[in-house]
């Protein structure tokens, strides 16, 4: 039996060890197993370099991390252990979520085609478990579904999974039992299969990122995912991570950068770049012929899909890269609120601060005031959106980070080089010439009233305008924040 120093050593993992310690599981009880390795820091591991087993060029998994392996007669030996965690989802808000190894998601597991792999799975959860490696070619009594291709694994009990990485690509694993409560919990991880020689269809770059889409509700001032929930979720996560808790995808200009991104969510995210044009290179099923790509800039994963998109990052600077549907870029709302853009409520909030005095009108002038509104929210609860950029708040949350392109950025360096200083001439800037009264249709003033250049819904000196139709939306509608 290896001592956990030589076990972590020969996973490479010397350069990580600070932040990596073992599970308080009694060795008596896993004397035949590899020991298992935790992992609590939310930050993003520096790539997990092999020294045994065939060479590759090893991924990064943002706010995440890479098991080691033992080798053991030439077969890759895995411990994961399901258990219940606390995820700190972004600073000073934290989640008890299930996952494995002290974490959620758990470890990215990776292997290379051909590779004999033995995973040992140790169930530390109340109640019956099992895993499923989703997207894999294996027998069928290893694909880990509960009732049908096995026994759930009892709590205490561990089972061990063993097959060959048949095919290269861009997996994912997660319980098959009980998934409805296992997985709004927070249990599911990244699995990546690298190709064992030069693939026609796998391209090498210098960047390989990985992450998961995943999903939670949790009451503000609460730490427990309410597992019942199936659309309206108002935590929108990258790795049970938000933002500004994602780090950034730092990159070395001219890079060849490689983003893997799986689903298990309840919903499609259209994920989105800015400032560069990619392809997707692979999907669920493997690479994707050449002559079926095309450049794009955002690509929908539906739920229970991978992707793999690859772009050349010629371009210098922060750019975001985020969830398109703007509910899934904010945090958990304290409150249901209706919408009050164009509302001038300025009377009204008088007379309720005289009752009320924490009282606060919400959105007049659309939400980005509360970015910068310290509103009272209760004990660990995240801020709805937030992050702070050089210009200000950035108003985001959720499902955004940021991909840091530098040419003075160190090859293998992910550390986050700070913000990017534009060159002079080159930022958006104000107008300070005079405005121009806008040009409009004729049938469009019919039932606008008089206008008066630029629509201002506070400046109650403006003459009103007549409003043809009033539209509120039910009392019952609810969004997923
Ligand atoms: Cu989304």
Same mark, same amino acid.
Request: proline share 9%.
């Given at each position: 039996?290896?001592?956990?120093?030589?076990?972590?050593?020969?996973?490479?993992?010397?350069?990580?060890?600070?932040?990596?310690?073992?599970?308080? &599981?009694?060795?008596?009880?896993?004397?035949?197993?590899?020991?298992?390795?935790?992992?609590?820091?939310?930050?993003?591991?520096?790539?997990?370099?092999?020294?045994?087993?065939?060479?590759?060029?090893?991924?990064?998994?943002?706010?995440?991390?890479?098991?080691?392996?033992?080798?053991?007669?030439? &077969?890759?030996?895995?411990?994961?252990?399901?258990?219940?965690?606390? *995820?700190?989802?972004?600073?000073?808000?934290?989640?008890?979520?299930?996952?494995?190894?002290?974490?959620?998601?758990?470890?990215?597991?990776? &292997?290379?085609?051909?590779?004999?792999?033995?995973?040992?799975?140790?169930?530390?959860?109340?109640?019956?478990?099992?895993?499923?490696?989703?997207?894999?070619?294996?027998?069928?009594?290893?694909? /880990?579904?509960?009732?049908?291709?096995?026994?759930?694994?009892?709590?205490?009990?561990?089972?061990?999974?063993?097959?060959?990485?048949?095919?290269?690509?861009?997996?994912?694993?997660?319980?098959?039992?009980?998934?409805?409560?296992?997985?709004? @919990?927070?249990?599911?991880?990244?699995? &990546?299969?690298?190709?064992?020689?030069?693939?026609?269809?796998?391209?090498?770059?210098?960047?390989?990122?990985?992450?998961?889409?995943?999903?939670?509700?949790? =009451?503000?001032?609460?730490?427990?995912?309410?597992?019942?929930?199936?659309?309206?979720?108002?935590?929108?996560?990258?790795?049970?991570?938000?933002?500004?808790?994602?780090?950034?995808?730092?990159?070395?200009?001219?890079?060849?950068?490689?983003?893997?991104?799986?689903?298990?969510?309840?919903?499609?995210?259209?994920?989105?770049?800015?400032?560069?044009?990619?392809?997707?290179?692979?999907?669920?099923? /493997?690479?994707?012929?050449?002559?079926?790509?095309?450049?794009?800039?955002?690509?929908?994963?539906?739920?229970?899909?991978?992707?793999?998109?690859?772009?050349?990052?010629?371009?210098?600077? =922060?750019?975001?890269?985020?969830?398109?549907?703007?509910?899934?870029?904010?945090?958990?709302?304290?409150?249901?609120?209706?919408?009050?853009?164009?509302?001038?409520?300025?009377?009204?909030?008088?007379?309720?601060?005289?009752?009320?005095?924490?009282? @606060?009108?919400?959105?007049?002038?659309?939400?980005?005031?509360?970015?910068?509104?310290?509103?009272?929210?209760?004990?660990?609860?995240?801020?709805?959106?937030?992050?702070?950029?050089?210009?200000?708040?950035?108003?985001? /949350?959720?499902?955004?980070?940021?991909?840091?392109?530098?040419? =003075?950025?160190?090859?293998?360096?992910?550390?986050?080089?700070?913000?990017?200083?534009?060159?002079?001439?080159?930022?958006?800037?104000?107008?300070?010439?005079?405005?121009?009264?806008?040009?409009?249709?004729?049938?469009?003033?019919?039932?606008?009233?008089?206008?008066?250049?630029?629509?201002?819904?506070?400046?109650?000196?403006?003459?009103?305008?007549?409003?043809?139709?009033?539209? *509120?939306?039910?009392?019952?509608?609810?969004?997923?924040?």
């Amino acid at each position: 039996m290896n001592s956990r120093r030589s076990f972590l050593r020969s996973a490479g993992l010397a350069g990580v060890a600070g932040g990596v310690a073992a599970a308080s &599981v009694s060795r008596v009880a896993m004397a035949a197993l590899p020991e298992p390795v935790v992992q609590t820091k939310p930050d993003t591991m520096p790539p997990l370099m092999p020294n045994t087993g065939r060479p590759y060029n090893p991924v990064v998994t943002l706010n995440g991390w890479t098991l080691p392996w033992r080798m053991n007669n030439g &077969v890759k030996e895995f411990h994961l252990v399901a258990e219940p965690v606390v *995820r700190e989802m972004s600073p000073g808000f934290k989640a008890h979520l299930w996952g494995y190894n002290g974490q959620s998601p758990g470890p990215t597991i990776e &292997v290379v085609e051909g590779d004999r792999i033995r995973l040992f799975v140790t169930n530390k959860l109340g109640e019956l478990t099992s895993i499923h490696w989703h997207g894999q070619r294996l027998p069928n009594g290893m694909d /880990g579904v509960t009732g049908l291709n096995q026994k759930g694994i009892p709590p205490g009990k561990t089972f061990v999974y063993e097959f060959v990485a048949r095919r290269p690509g861009t997996f994912m694993y997660h319980p098959h039992a009980d998934e409805m409560v296992q997985m709004a @919990m927070g249990m599911m991880g990244f699995w &990546v299969t690298h190709p064992k020689t030069t693939h026609p269809l796998i391209d090498e770059v210098q960047r390989d990122f990985c992450f998961l889409l995943n999903a939670y509700d949790i =009451d503000p001032g609460a730490y427990t995912p309410k597992i019942m929930t199936m659309i309206d979720f108002n935590l929108w996560s990258w790795n049970s991570r938000i933002y500004p808790g994602i780090d950034p995808l730092v990159v070395k200009k001219n890079d060849k950068v490689r983003i893997r991104i799986g689903n298990l969510t309840m919903t499609n995210h259209p994920i989105h770049l800015h400032g560069h044009e990619f392809e997707v290179t692979g999907t669920d099923g /493997g690479p994707t012929p050449r002559g079926s790509r095309w450049m794009e800039v955002t690509t929908d994963i539906a739920v229970g899909q991978m992707r793999q998109v690859e772009f050349l990052a010629d371009e210098e600077g =922060d750019w975001a890269f985020h969830c398109h549907k703007s509910h899934h870029t904010m945090n958990a709302m304290g409150h249901d609120v209706p919408t009050m853009i164009g509302v001038d409520h300025r009377g009204v909030a008088k007379q309720i601060t005289n009752v009320i005095p924490d009282y @606060m009108v919400m959105g007049e002038r659309g939400m980005k005031d509360m970015t910068e509104m310290e509103m009272p929210l209760p004990d660990n609860t995240a801020p709805m959106m937030t992050g702070e950029g050089p210009f200000g708040a950035i108003g985001m /949350g959720g499902m955004f980070s940021v991909l840091k392109v530098r040419k =003075d950025q160190k090859p293998n360096d992910y550390r986050d080089p700070g913000w990017f200083k534009q060159p002079a001439g080159t930022a958006a800037f104000e107008f300070t010439g005079a405005l121009p009264e806008p040009h409009r249709f004729k049938s469009e003033q019919l039932n606008q009233g008089p206008v008066t250049g630029l629509y201002n819904p506070t400046d109650t000196s403006a003459p009103a305008r007549a409003i043809e139709v009033k539209v *509120r939306k039910p009392a019952g509608h609810k969004h997923g924040h």
